[in-house]
């Protein structure tokens, strides 16, 4: 089957750095991808991972260990627009990507 | 187009009504993805097209959703007798193939009253 965890909430103040962790357990997998959600808007993509390790974008890195089914996203300097819901997606040899409740991260000033 | 378009933006319909909601892809994409999003929310996965051919319908709530694509281009999405509790955002989107990352739309806000 399959099975996915996040934190469902994260608050921290700006200019700090925050970790977002996800395990998850899904057939067929082949990667894991990150998305962010503001209030009202569409999810949109922020990075993916098909191997173990970091990616870095900016200030937005994210990690993958494929053996313990685990990743995480981690922002840095985090700024009051950083206030959004962030999904890690697990990609699945049945395409049926799913999203989740995700995490809801609050930037305090 | 641009990026993936959803219309309308926004319904409000009756209890008992159908209504159709409609995703223009961005061109090229052969995948297309539709999603529920109820108010606080995650995503609930609903439906996901490979070209025109819809490989998994597991995810649709009851026979009273359905969804088809054409021209492996738009799609529409389709609640017959609607209920209250699918009042929700309904997202589409697209991505140039399955294993790649998605594109979405803005979503169209449906209230039931």
């Known amino acids: 089957g399959q099975s996915l965890e996040q934190p469902s909430e994260v608050t921290a103040v700006e200019g700090a750095i925050v970790q977002i962790n996800c395990t998850y357990q899904?057939?067929?997998?082949?990667?894991l991808s990150w998305y962010q959600q503001h209030d009202g808007g569409a999810p949109t993509f922020l990075s993916y991972?098909?191997?173990?390790g970091l990616e870095e974008t900016g200030r937005f890195s994210s990690f993958l260990s494929r053996s313990d089914s685990y990743g995480y996203l981690l922002l840095q300097e985090l700024q009051m627009k950083d206030s959004a819901s962030y999904f890690c997606v697990p990609g699945s040899g049945t395409y049926k990507y799913i999203f989740g409740t995700g995490t809801r991260l609050k930037v305090l000033a | 187009g641009a990026g993936v378009s959803q219309s309308p933006s926004n319904k409000v319909t009756e209890k008992g009504k159908d209504v159709e909601l409609r995703c223009d892809p961005i061109s090229g994409h052969t995948a297309l993805y539709w999603y529920r999003q109820r108010l606080g929310q995650g995503l609930e996965f609903l439906i996901y097209f490979q070209g025109n051919s819809a490989p998994d319908k597991s995810g649709l709530p009851s026979d009273r959703f359905s969804a088809e694509r054409t021209g492996e281009s738009v799609s529409t999405l389709t609640i017959q007798r609607t209920q209250q509790e699918d009042s929700a955002v309904y997202l589409c989107a697209s991505s140039f193939r399955v294993n790649e990352k998605l594109f979405f739309g803005s979503g169209t806000q449906l209230s039931v009253l």
């Open positions: 899904t057939s067929g997998f082949y990667g």
């Open positions: 991972n098909a191997l173990d």
